[in-house]
């Protein structure tokens, strides 16, 4: 069955970098989009950013763009999260997701994605 599963989070101070992995089986993991979420306490989940099966195209939302790097290794099939310069406001847990069929484009839209990770805890706190 279709597996993702998460791994890298912790505890951080403001400033600092992590690296999350998504480490997935079960599918053909170079013909699916892949995003990055997270949730908040309290918040609903949001989209990070994602990449795309065709060309490795990517997407960051405002908030993390030029401090987070996506990346996609296709013979690991794994996709990483490169955090730096990490603040407070990160603070959430961090989900892996893919989708059941891939447009041209990637989204970070939840509703587009139909396989989720169990999430990982990044905590950004001094």
């Known amino acids: 069955q279709v597996q993702l599963v998460e791994s890298g989070g912790g505890l951080v101070q403001p400033g600092g970098s992590l690296r999350l992995s998504c480490a997935t089986s079960?599918?053909?993991?170079?013909?699916?989009?892949i995003g990055w979420f997270r949730q908040a306490p309290g918040k609903e989940r949001e989209g990070v950013s994602c990449i795309s099966k065709t060309d490795g195209s990517t997407y960051y939302v405002d908030s993390v763009k030029g401090r987070f790097t996506i990346s996609r290794d296709n013979a690991k099939n794994t996709v990483y999260l490169q955090m730096n310069s990490l603040k407070p406001e990160d603070t959430a847990v961090y989900y892996c997701?893919?989708?059941?069929?891939?447009?041209?484009?990637?989204?970070?839209?939840?509703?587009?994605?139909?396989?989720w990770g169990q999430g990982t805890q990044v905590t950004v706190s001094s």
């Open positions: 997701a893919a989708v059941a069929t891939s447009s041209f484009s990637c989204s970070v839209k939840t509703e587009d994605y139909a396989y």
């Open positions: 079960g599918f053909t993991f170079r013909y699916r989009n």
